[in-house]
């Protein structure tokens, strides 16, 4: 089995635990977790669906906004995925984006056991000024960030690759550390990198390094 195969039925496991709305009432601080943000819309929900194999783990609608808590899905009692509330929705009133941004910034400050975040971007408008908010509040707590540029089945390969170059070359420009993939839960694009990022940041334990561990046994 591949490192991507087995990392991808380990998130099958995946289980809705809590919503939290404020970072007090998030799970106790134990273990690894990896969160997802993104603009509203940019396709979170459906991402943590696609990965998990699960259709309606994560609520996606076709309504954005409607993520508003911190959703916490655990693989183990070591490890979960948090789907963070959306960001840059226009028609959500004005107090409630500002408490949002509010929880949303406490978590992403404060979480101890958050060891990365995907940041999702729709390929098509990627790096907003709420992106790049996102990417400073990461870069001053050292945060590894890594991004999935989303709906890459709306482009051809060709145009999605030259999208995702200059997405590369803007990050570089604003100083940005962190990488980036295509993504699409439609046509499965970039499934296994994704998964293999997020395992890698919950420390999984995978079937290569069990190998070469074996290997580094069997050569003593
Ligand atoms: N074509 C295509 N559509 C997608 C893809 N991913 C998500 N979508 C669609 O984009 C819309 C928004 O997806 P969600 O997953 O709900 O987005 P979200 O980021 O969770 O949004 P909020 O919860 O509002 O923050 C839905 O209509 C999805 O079906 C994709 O890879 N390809
Ligand atoms: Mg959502």
Known sequence: ???????????????????????????????????FAGRSNAGK?????????????????????????????????????????????????????????KHLAHYLRERHTLRGLILLMDLRHPLSSFDRNMLDWAKQRNLAVHI???KADKLN???????LIAVRKSLKEL?????????????????DEAALQIGEWLQMPMPSQAESSDEAASAK
């Open 45 to 101: 929900s459906t991402a943590i669906n696609i990965l998990t194999r699960q259709k309606q783990l994560a609520r996606a609608s076709k309504t954005p906004g409607r993520t508003q808590l911190i959703n916490f899905f655990a693989l183990d009692e070591e490890r979960r995925l948090v789907d963070l509330p959306g960001y840059g929705y226009a028609k959500v009133p004005i107090a409630m984006k500002l408490a949002w941004q």
């Open 148 to 150: 999935l540029l989303t």
């Open 175 to 191: 100083n940005y550390e962190g990488s980036v993939q295509l993504f699409s839960a439609t046509t499965r694009i970039g499934l």
């Open 157 to 163: 390969r060709g145009p999605a690759i030259t999208a």
């Open 1 to 35: 089995m591949t490192d991507a195969e087995y990392m991808l039925i380990a998130l099958s496991r995946a289980q809705f635990q809590i919503s939290a709305p404020t970072l007090a009432l998030c799970p106790p601080e134990m273990g690894h977790e990896v969160a």
